[in-house]
């Protein structure tokens, strides 16, 4: 029998029925608490979910603190969190969120699911240092500023995942101005637009 896929990855089908729990929890908090746009709900699968899973493809399996910055409906990091219990189980995640309601809908999630991961709530630049070997951000701030919060929170050998939109190439070249770093274009799987930064070696200027 084959294995259900997500993202171009095999999962298990309790994996799979983790992911449409929290697919339906989402659809049941959204209209209260505003968790993704109305305009992405018809669509919230491939918007959201696969365009987060896809994230997971793209950093190591290993032993790790993974860091997700302004998770709101937690994505990527809530969906990398499912997946990382089947496929790279050692990987702790926390998930830093101001808003205090989106912050409840995570903990919510966490704990029906029975996922790692930890949500603090405040402001990404009030935490302090959490010395992660992965970094994520997802719609979150320009690229100048996701620098800013990673050489806060990532730790010196760490690795920053970033989903950019089409302007991704001026905010490389702003960023630039104040930041050396290493980085990778990586396409999206979902929007032919976009497109996914793997980043390291992150220095100031």
Known sequence: MMR???????????TLEQLEQYHRLLRKWTPAINLVAK?????????????????FGLVPRHEA???DLGSGGG?????????????????????????????TFLRTVARELALEAEVICDRVEKVPPLGAEILSARAL???????????????????AVFLKGE???????????????AYE????????????????????V
Request: proline residues 5%; negative net charge.
């Open 141 to 159: 701030a320009p690229l100048p500023k996701l620098l800013d919060y990673a050489a806060r929170h990532l730790g010196p050998a760490g690795i």
């Open 75 to 103: 994505f990527p990091g809530l969906v990398c969190a499912v997946l990382a219990r089947e496929l790279s189980p050692e990987t702790r995640f926390v998930l830093v969120e101001s808003d205090m309601r989106k912050a």
């Open 4 to 14: 259900p896929q997500i993202a171009g990855m095999d999962v298990s089908r309790e």
């Open 39 to 55: 305009s992405t709900m018809e669509d919230v699968w491939d918007r959201h979910f696969v365009d987060s899973a896809q994230v």
């Open 185 to 204: 274009e990586i396409r999206s799987q979902t929007d032919e637009a976009a497109m996914i930064l793997r980043i390291g070696d992150i220095e100031r």
């Open 65 to 67: 603190l993974w860091v």
């Open 167 to 181: 302007s991704f190439r001026e905010e490389i070249c702003k960023a630039q101005d104040d930041w050396r770093f």
